[in-house]
């Protein structure tokens, strides 16, 4: 019986013809579409999830008593604290990032690259799954010049060699391989290629162990089996009071997340890894359910344009004595027939295009090929979707009458008709409401990468000086020898003046201070601090409102301040004559000397904060060299930075990039959600085309005697073409209404994510509206053109 029914329903596939093909396209594509975004989501939503102790492990974070900003950085000496005065506390572990994929490896005379490397107690290996495969597993990271390293780090420097043992450098300073471990999973957090032991972080940084006000440690704990976490928040708490100097008491506090919520919690700040929002993957779980929807509904709408057909074969079979059910179960049959197929074309389709959907989703998902969720995940929406996609045409037509069909065919084409058009109308408004929300986003990032920043971020290249060894002040000196070379030799490579700052726009901002102005309306408030010298606003382009800036002529103003203009307002002052300021941690009041203007320092994400700006060179805190360079003399300009910086720091290698593409990179989550929704958004487009396509072949076919006559009596190809453009195009319309609103609230509700965001013009809805409409037109003019220039002759001998 099921052989037969199967043969049944292969026949019928075979007679369909072009609608058959249609259905097949239509479902492979959507599959395909539908295989690519389940990988991603099933990698972002199993981050982290395999490592044995996972629903164990605790993050501990830090927060700000008084912006109530919340961050995964705490202070280098917590996780040491924890483990020696935590008795609650099993196993603790701070990840102190030493290394990263810009850093250079030297093993003989070879350099390597690309490998992230993280300072850790061997804590960290009963935490999470890193297992040793080379080395005593009973003495890890037991010494300061000891080190582990991934299996891929080991093969592509060593190759087939054993690494235990070999000895590598890593900023002049020697390491010794004794230990090599497995590599973790891509989706990992805390996934590194070398582990130093955390003895090396006293060598590094001699007061490590009471830095309190040195951040930069990720922290993660697992808790005794009978302690309690809320009693464990309560014992960070004391931490503060306890272990900070004066200074800092009141500023901060600590408090912990499940690890497994930590790559979802948008709220903790997180450079290394940035969290994934739950709003995210609700997008990209909607437009995977949406574009297989739409190619379900185009399955539907083809079945039901073969209305008559169909139902006389239901009808014949109902008098044959054929139950409702079996009618409905036949059609089933069809549509998971057609599912298997389109299934079956998919899979190297997939394989086809997943490489270019890695690059586009920047994610690395040949591994979710294999997964065996991902194929669960993908079954289950394809049993629902042929139950779905067979039970309503399997409905409509187990209630048919013969008799009636036979008599007024007619009424039944009219009747599903209205099928049609609803399920038309649903699957263009889904279709209408994406396209609007690309527009938006795109606007969004043009608003955000065009907008005035308060500073001028073209052509300015800067050097990465947190690489060099030396001491602060020794620091300083050889990148102000350096600085003054390029300024004197520089002019004919286009190199102007430069600047060495703690910090630059688009990087994060580490000081945060509370100040204390005098004579204000207000006691204190928080400031971002940073230090820079006489040439930053110059290089950088940023005005001073009032005052004056920096200036090595005045001597005073080594004790002097600089304050933003949202310091300004934010104190309550009018003018800074006569006004002083001081840090709550500092004894003595500095006068303020000038105002700069606003500038987005980080993105415009996030609101402009009050910042200070102190004279850099007796701060001692240089870690960045910047310079304006014409950019038709770029790459003459950096050859000659490189041979003057080998000359004075032969030993550091020559780290530089570009302001205002490091800048823009605070944009990339939005840009990477602009590209895959865009081009979901076009693909789904597409595919409801390939459902129009399908229905307007019909109805061409159905109206052929009609557009005989029609043209008998005189009527022009452009008249025909009207009427079968009008019939649709209005449902296309309603379509656009209905969606206008759905996408308004949609990219409202995103724009609350920033704080200085794009407005929702209407010209955008028009835009995306009439791109649809001229799309459908088009197809469907091309399709009646054909049917309204066949000779009329043949055409009134249809049927």
Not at 271 to 280: E, K, L
Request: hydrophobic share 45%; charged share 20%.
């Amino acid at each position: 019986m099921l052989f037969y029914e199967l043969k049944t329903a292969l026949r019928h596939l075979y007679r369909a013809g072009s609608y058959t093909i249609l259905n097949i396209l239509g479902l492979v594509i959507g599959i395909t579409l539908f295989s690519l975004i389940s990988f991603l989501l099933i990698y972002e939503l199993s981050f982290d999830n395999f490592h044995p102790n996972g629903n164990k492990i605790l993050q501990v974070c830090g927060k700000d008593l008084k912006s109530g900003e919340r961050t995964a950085y705490t202070a280098l000496p917590l996780s040491l604290t924890l483990k020696n005065d935590f008795p609650e506390v099993k196993y603790a572990v701070g990840l102190w990032e030493m290394v990263n994929k810009e850093t250079y490896i030297k093993y003989e005379d070879s350099e390597y690259s690309g490998f992230t490397g993280a300072s850790v107690e061997p804590d960290l290996f009963y935490i999470f799954k890193y297992r040793i495969i080379l080395g005593d597993v009973d003495n890890v990271l037991k010494t300061p010049e000891n080190i582990a390293v991934s299996q891929s780090m080991a093969s592509k420097i060593f190759g087939k060699e054993n690494p235990v043992g070999k000895t590598i450098s890593i900023r002049n300073y020697s390491y010794v391989i004794s230990h090599v471990f497995e590599d973790l999973s891509a989706n990992s957090g805390v996934k590194f290629d070398l582990l130093f032991s955390d003895q090396i972080r006293e060598k590094i940084n001699s007061d490590y162990k009471f830095a309190w006000w040195n951040g930069g440690l990720i922290t993660y704990v697992i808790l005794d089996d009978n302690a309690s976490i809320d009693d464990f928040n309560q014992n960070l708490s004391s931490i503060p009071e306890k272990y900070y100097p004066d200074f800092l008491k009141g500023r901060s506090t600590y408090f912990t997340i499940p690890f497994k919520k930590a790559h979802f919690d948008t709220s903790i700040l997180n450079y290394n890894h940035p969290a994934i929002s739950y709003t995210y993957l609700m997008l990209l779980g909607s437009i995977s359910f949406i574009i297989l929807l739409i190619a379900s509904i185009n399955y539907v709408n083809l079945t039901l344009a073969r209305a008559f057909k169909m139902n006389i074969d239901a009808g014949i079979r109902r008098i044959t004595g054929a139950k409702p059910h079996e009618i409905v179960t036949r059609h089933i049959l069809f549509s998971s027939l057609s599912i298997v197929i389109a299934f079956i074309l998919s899979i190297p389709l997939c394989q086809l295009c997943l490489p270019l959907f890695e690059r586009l989703a920047e994610r690395p998902l040949a591994s979710q090929m294999t997964n065996i969720n991902v194929w669960l995940l993908m079954l289950s929406a394809l049993v629902i979707v042929a139950l779905v996609s067979g039970f309503i045409p399997g409905r409509i037509f187990s209630r048919v009458n013969l008799a009636l069909i036979i008599k007024s065919k007619g009424s039944f084409v009219r009747a599903h008709k209205e099928a049609h058009n609803a399920l038309l109308v649903f699957q263009f408004t889904l279709a209408i409401a994406l396209i609007i929300a690309q527009f938006f986003i795109v606007k969004q990032i043009s608003f955000m990468r065009n907008s005035d920043l308060g500073f001028d971020n073209n052509d300015l290249v800067t050097i990465n000086l947190t690489q060099i060894e030396e001491v602060y002040q020794e620091r300083y000196a050889k990148c102000k020898l350096y600085k003054e070379i390029l300024e004197n030799k520089g002019s004919q490579y286009g190199i102007y003046e430069g600047t060495i700052t703690e910090n630059i726009p688009g990087y994060y901002y580490q000081n945060i201070f509370t100040v204390q102005p005098v004579d204000a309306t207000i006691e204190e408030c928080l400031a971002t601090s940073t230090a820079v010298d006489d040439n930053f606003a110059k290089v950088f382009n940023i005005d001073i409102t009032l005052g004056r800036f920096f200036s090595e002529s005045y001597g005073t103003d080594r004790k002097a301040f600089i304050i933003n203009e949202t310091a300004m307002h934010k104190i309550g002052w009018k003018d800074i004559e006569g006004k002083y300021l001081k840090l709550k941690h500092e004894e003595e009041a500095f006068p303020v000397i000038g105002v700069m203007k606003d500038i987005h320092i980080t993105s415009l994400k996030e609101p402009i904060a009050p910042m200070v700006y102190r004279f850099g060179q007796h701060n001692s805190f240089p870690a960045f060299l910047t310079f304006r360079i014409k950019s038709d003399h770029a790459e003459a300009a950096l050859t000659f930075m490189k041979k003057e910086w080998l000359k004075i720091l032969p030993a550091t290698p020559f780290d530089h990039f570009e302001v205002k593409e490091t800048y823009n990179k605070n944009y990339e989550e939005e840009k990477r959600i602009s590209r895959i929704v865009g081009i979901f958004a076009l693909l789904a487009i597409s595919l409801s085309l390939f459902g129009l396509l399908g229905l307007i072949m019909y109805y061409s076919q159905r109206r052929t005697k009609e557009i005989g006559i029609r043209k008998v009596n005189g009527a022009h190809i452009l008249q025909i073409i009207a009427l079968m453009n009008t019939d649709l195009i209005k449902w296309i319309v309603l379509s656009f209404v209905i969606a206008c609103p759905i996408a308004w609230y949609a990219v409202h509700q995103w724009l609350q994510n920033f704080s200085y965001k794009t407005t929702l013009s209407w010209w955008i809805f028009i835009t995306a509206g009439g791109a649809v409409l001229s799309v459908v037109i088009i197809t469907i003019s091309l399709q009646s053109w054909r049917a309204a220039s066949r000779n009329p002759v043949e055409a009134l001998r249809y049927e």
